[in-house]
């Protein structure tokens, strides 16, 4: 099974598509600058406290103040706040270092926030959730710094491992060594990805947790209300960071500066995996070099199809996502209909363990398979269901069928889920409906083709257009390529982009500029 990570690098961001064997499994868009991402640590100011819901609300900086439990203050808040007070008063060292540093008693698990918290209070808080719909971001006092093969605990001793290693002489290895490799007063999460790790490995990444963790408590000694103390790496590198390993073969970027902040980041972190990265300079688009566009605008819709014929109808709401299965043109295609139903149902769990990951769908999810009459074929659903499943990096719960064949999933949302809008207005009509003369959309090509030829003398012009106008110019045996050809004694490059409408078309000089065109000539 192969994993390859695509980087398209756009004005408004990245697109980032990982792909497990050429099909799309996730995809994000990271916008430059965007604050408050999972993991980033800032310097908040508790705003309010609310005795009923036994929560805080602070302010981080967000339009709308966080959410802070009780629940997510950790046992060890109280050394937290005596470190982050004496680190603002500049009193002490404040370096980050815990091996001299006085813990405090740790707080009940079933107390009051106002026992712990007061108004006004600068604290220091992690995002665990990013900003979704009205509600601001929700926070934890639980501090953690994320490596490749561990996770680092400030104020913990505790030693614990991933439940996905599950070979008992392996977890007694990885147990007793970062025992005695971790500092006083710093707990250890270790991370699936650390199975068979050598122990130079380990200590390299428990000590740039350290740095990362200690560079942040200098900056918080200079730090104002509201500033990023510790900022979590892109969705790129985080991505890189948590799935790199044998099965990944390939990372491609178009950007030049993505690529050096990539490769000195694998450098860093796994050098041997160096040559797997590479940089896009081919003539089509990356996106759509790996036929992405495509994939994108079938997979984000209400309706999905299913590789046999059946489909899925996905929908919806603020906090439950529903997906009802249908066996569209299969139900023909065997005469057992409880062997048919089955057949579409397993599909359809395949297609949903992706989908979920795609869209990043968190909350509850309900899908209404198709009736099945036996329990064993229920079981082999269920089993398909949690297979599928298991590569699945966000928490989850997969229930068995219901009686009435429906199946519960939740699964940890941790940040707004991805939406790709599938519907296109017309771009000739702008959804009015009332179409004029689209049919004069190659003529107005070829006469700003004639124009910017005769008239501009324009040097390696490049027309990238949708894949219909694509074939217009150049099918056939003179196409009307060839005979721009013939005409101005120059070739004009076409390259066809699936992200266009049917009728948008942009022209690029030699340099890959934009040219203006001449509207409506």
């Not at 900003?131 to 614990?160: E, H, M, Q």
């Not at 939740?410 to 009509?429: A, G, H, K, S």
Request: charge should be positive.
């Amino acid at each position: 099974m192969s994993n390859e990570l695509l980087i398209n690098s756009t004005q408004k961001g990245e697109r980032i598509a990982l792909l497990q064997d050429k099909r799309l499994l996730e995809y994000h868009v990271e916008v430059p600058d965007q604050n408050f991402t999972v993991g980033d640590i800032y310097l908040g100011t508790v705003r309010k406290l609310v005795s009923g819901l036994n929560a805080a609300f602070v302010d981080v900086g967000f339009e709308k103040d966080a959410f802070l439990h009780y629940l997510d203050l950790g046992p060890n808040i109280n050394s937290l706040n005596k470190l982050t007070k004496d680190t603002i008063a500049k009193r002490g060292q404040s370096t980050g270092k815990l091996n001299n540093f006085k813990m405090e008693p740790e707080i009940e698990k079933l107390g009051k926030i106002d026992k712990v918290l007061s108004r006004n209070q600068p604290i220091l808080v992690q995002i665990v959730k990013e900003p979704i719909s009205t509600k601001g971001p929700r926070l934890s006092c639980d501090i953690s710094i994320a490596g490749r093969y561990i996770v680092l605990v400030p104020f913990s001793n505790s030693v614990n491992l991933s439940k996905k290693i599950t070979d008992k002489q392996e977890r007694q290895r990885l147990q007793k060594l970062l025992s005695s490799i971790k500092p006083a007063n710093f707990g250890v999460i270790i991370r699936t990805v650390a199975q068979g790790t050598h122990v130079d490995d380990l200590n390299k990444d428990l000590q740039d947790c350290l740095e990362k963790w200690e560079n942040g408590i200098k900056n918080l000694r200079d730090a104002k209300p509201r500033d990023r103390i510790i900022g979590e790496m892109n969705r790129a590198s985080s991505i890189i960071r948590d799935m790199l390993n044998e099965s990944f073969d390939s990372i491609t970027v178009d950007s030049k500066d993505v690529y050096d902040d990539i490769k000195a980041y694998i450098h860093n972190i796994a050098p041997d995996k160096e040559n797997i990265l590479r940089l896009h300079n081919g003539k089509n688009k990356i996106f759509e070099q790996f036929g992405l566009e495509k994939q994108i605008k079938s997979l984000f819709g209400r309706s999905v199809s299913l590789p046999n014929g059946g489909y899925l109808i996905i929908e919806h709401t603020e906090a439950l996502h529903v997906i009802d299965v249908n066996s569209g043109n299969k139900s023909n295609s065997e005469e057992d209909q409880e062997a048919t139903a089955l057949s579409v149902n397993i599909e359809a769990a395949k297609e949903v363990a992706r989908q979920l990951r795609l869209r990043d769908m968190g909350g509850i999810i309900v899908i209404d398979f198709i009736d099945m009459k036996k329990a064993e074929n229920k079981r082999i659903l269920f089993d398909t269901m949690r297979t599928e499943m298991k590569g699945e990096r966000s928490k989850y719960t997969v229930l068995p069928l219901s009686k009435f064949g429906l199946m519960q999933i939740t699964r940890q949302r941790v940040r707004p889920e991805m939406n790709i809008v599938t519907r296109e207005v017309c771009p000739t009509c702008g959804g009015s409906g009332n179409i004029q003369a689209s049919i004069l959309v190659s003529d107005i090509i070829a006469n700003n083709v004639d124009y910017m030829l005769t008239k501009q003398n324009e040097k390696g012009i490049m027309i990238a257009l949708h894949p219909f106008l694509y074939a217009y110019f150049t099918k056939g045996l003179i196409s009307e390529q060839v005979k721009w050809f013939f005409k101005y004694k120059t070739w004009v490059r076409l390259m066809k982009d699936s992200s266009f409408g049917v009728v948008d078309f942009k022209f690029h000089n030699q340099y890959g500029e934009e040219i203006e065109i001449i509207p409506g000539s």
